[in-house]
């Protein structure tokens, strides 16, 4: 059976500006799609993109400022690519790190598609965690990980295994509105530790990970004690996370 060319790609750009972008990515933006959008604010991809091919379109501009709710942010960006006209597709959206690995603009598409009967195709690219295994030096096949985003574990009041590695993603959103160019309020803080020191000792030590996302950059890892981390509350924005490791 011949395949159905998709009427949207899904595509992960990676973490590190464009060097982190797949060869089979580059080979759609470039060869496969009619319309391009991507949410970036990185200006060396955009620059990519643009030699790459020029059809691109950012909404990251149009729709993700600080403030708005993310919810109401990612219907209009799902909205935006469905409403591409039949004769500029396929269309493509490309987001940051893997297309699947905590997005919910990416599950509100898959939705979205399936209920409009709209073909989508999803392609792997390289998440945060990879680049952040690379950053902390860390094989996990020996302890395990846990793997939770922050304001949903405050929410649901998840239980934490101490005896596994644990990373906390996205610790710099940790309310509902839009934080992009903010960083999470002391009062936030508190409580994410307040809640870990449920389940860690005081003074464990845990890292502060920002990978780097720019070309120019390189990333950054902070380790302090537990009890200590309201102290970093100027390392807690949208692009870090946090990691435990296995307690003893």
Same mark, same amino acid.
């Given at each position: 059976m011949?395949?159905?060319?998709p009427?949207?790609?899904?595509?992960?750009?990676g973490?590190?500006s464009?060097?982190d972008i797949?060869?089979?990515?580059?080979?759609i933006?470039?060869e496969?799609?009619?319309?391009v959008?991507c949410?970036?604010d990185?200006?060396?991809l955009?620059?990519?993109l643009?030699?790459?091919?020029?059809?691109?379109?950012?909404l990251m501009?149009v729709?993700y400022r600080?403030g708005?709710?993310?919810?109401?942010?990612?219907d209009?960006i799902?909205?935006?690519?469905l409403a591409?006209?039949e004769?500029?597709?396929p269309?493509?959206?490309l987001?940051?790190g893997?297309p699947?690995v905590?997005s919910?603009?990416?599950?509100r598409l898959m939705?979205?598609?399936a209920?409009?009967?709209?073909?989508?195709?999803?392609?792997?690219g390289l998440?945060s965690?990879?680049r952040m295994?690379v950053d +902390?030096?860390?094989d996990i096949?020996e %302890?395990?990980?846990q793997? *939770? $985003? #922050?304001g949903s574990v405050l929410?649901r009041?998840?239980?934490l295994?101490?005896?596994?590695?644990?990373?906390?993603?996205?610790i710099g959103a940790?309310?509902?509105a839009?934080?992009?160019?903010?960083?999470?309020?002391p009062?936030?803080?508190?409580?994410?530790?307040n809640?870990?020191l449920?389940f860690?000792?005081p003074d464990?030590?845990?890292?502060?990970?920002?990978s780097?996302?720019?070309?120019?950059f390189?990333?950054?890892?902070t380790?302090i004690? +537990?009890e200590?981390?309201?102290?970093? %509350?100027?390392?807690f924005n *949208? $692009? #870090?996370s946090?990691?435990l490791?296995?307690?003893?």
């Amino acid at each position: 059976m011949r395949k159905q060319a998709p009427d949207i790609y899904l595509l992960g750009s990676g973490i590190y500006s464009f060097h982190d972008i797949t060869l089979l990515t580059q080979h759609i933006l470039a060869e496969k799609c009619r319309t391009v959008y991507c949410l970036h604010d990185l200006p060396s991809l955009e620059e990519y993109l643009e030699k790459l091919t020029g059809r691109v379109q950012n909404l990251m501009p149009v729709y993700y400022r600080d403030g708005r709710d993310r919810s109401d942010i990612y219907d209009d960006i799902v909205g935006h690519v469905l409403a591409t006209p039949e004769e500029q597709r396929p269309a493509a959206l490309l987001l940051h790190g893997h297309p699947l690995v905590y997005s919910t603009i990416s599950q509100r598409l898959m939705a979205a598609c399936a209920a409009a009967g709209l073909k989508l195709e999803i392609v792997p690219g390289l998440s945060s965690l990879d680049r952040m295994f690379v950053d +902390l030096k860390l094989d996990i096949g020996e %302890d395990g990980v846990q793997i *939770y $985003n #922050a304001g949903s574990v405050l929410a649901r009041d998840t239980v934490l295994n101490p005896a596994a590695g644990c990373f906390i993603l996205q610790i710099g959103a940790l309310t509902p509105a839009a934080t992009r160019a903010a960083t999470s309020n002391p009062e936030e803080i508190s409580r994410l530790k307040n809640y870990l020191l449920k389940f860690y000792p005081p003074d464990h030590r845990v890292s502060v990970v920002e990978s780097a996302v720019e070309t120019g950059f390189e990333s950054s890892v902070t380790e302090i004690e +537990l009890e200590r981390l309201d102290e970093m %509350d100027a390392a807690f924005n *949208y $692009n #870090a996370s946090l990691y435990l490791p296995p307690v003893g």
